[in-house]
């Protein structure tokens, strides 16, 4: 039976959850850390904002930002899988943090009033939605004006090259590891899958303003194989 993409990206994530923080490490040689502390200073997050973290998956983003904005400040986390919350769940209790709600719920539609959120990101997540629009039209809608909406993601490097070995990487060595560590072949096939045919880094820039963003920058890392891409949501609109 012919499954939607999201239908197939549910699945993938229900099963991959208990590896998934391991295989993120595995696949980026832990670059992903590195890459999420830069966009935390870019973003110069402020004691007690709130934030939303959009696919937020097993919650590091979460946790950083909940981080950032202090217990005074308030932390949303969503995703639509529940076996990922369940990993979220349990770092958040370790930390004893109370100013971070985790919801179980679906991007294409936030749960949230407009204008809610000084902070909205989205890591590694948007390549796996049915619609990357919507998704950010739906982030500018719950976002502050005034505010700012980060997307973290993988991208299509541009160095000739370089480009060849990184489609091979993901084509070939990701779903081996997944294989070996997390004994998901197919899951991480489909990874590389969403994560070729996601936009390049100027195309997704595009999409930021055509979703009504303004002062859009764009940060590349390491050669172009992850991105940040940053608008911000106009005062006045």
Known sequence: MHQSKEERVHRVFEKISDHYDRMNSVISFKRHVAWRKDTMKRMNVQKGTKALDVCCGTADWTIALAEAVGPSGEVYGIDFSRNMLKVGEEKVRERGFQHVTLVHGNAMSLPFPDNTFDYVTIGFGLRNVPDYMTVLKEMYRVTKPGGKVVCLETSQPTLIGFRQLYYAYFRYIMPF??????????????????????????????????????RVQVKPYTFGVAAMHLGHKPDEY
């Open 177 to 214: 590891f997944g294989k070996i560590f997390a004994k998901s072949y197919e899951e991480y096939s489909w990874l590389q899958e969403s994560a070729r045919e996601f936009p390049g880094m100027d195309e997704l820039a595009d999409m930021f303003r055509e979703a009504g963003f303004v």
